[in-house]
Nanobody
Framework: QVQLVESGGGLVQAGGSLRLSCAASGRSSSTYTMGWFRQAPGKDREFVAAIRWTGSTYYTDSVKGRFTISRDSVKMTLYLQMMSLVAEDTAVYYC????????????????????WGQGTQVTVSS
């Protein structure tokens, strides 16, 4: 199992930036794919971004060009740099890890991620 702890959330004005971090411990060396999901009030949790062990990155359309996902394998930390934030980015952001080495087409589904953090709140004021 892998333990994930997010940090870096907060309140920011529209147009501002935030960087989320996710520290992994436990079987962190087996985290083949790591990702960020978010859940806004009254909505289902949705995929935001992911990075595979190959370095390939994936983003949902609404954050392309504004968010950047990266990982530091030495520090066992996942990051999400968020820029040009808008009110619609307001949500609880969750870090997730997939311990299965999956090839082929990337599927942006939370069902492939078996380990989750507790979430960090991001609020964008307009």
């Amino acid at each position: 199992q892998v333990q994930l702890v997010e940090s870096g959330g907060g309140l920011v004005q529209a147009g501002g930036s935030l960087r989320l971090s996710c520290a992994a411990s436990g079987r962190s060396s087996s985290t083949y794919t790591m990702g960020w999901f978010r859940q806004a009030p009254g909505k289902d949790r949705e995929f935001v971004a992911a990075i595979r062990w190959t370095g390939s990155t994936y983003y949902t359309d609404s954050v392309k060009g504004r968010f950047t996902i990266s990982r530091d394998s030495v520090k066992m930390t996942l990051y999400l740099q968020m820029m040009s934030l808008v009110a619609e980015d307001t949500a609880v952001y969750y870090c997730a890890a997939d311990l299965v080495r999956r090839g082929g087409l990337f599927r942006a589904t939370e069902h492939d991620f078996g380990s989750w953090g507790q979430g960090t709140q991001v609020t964008v004021s307009s």
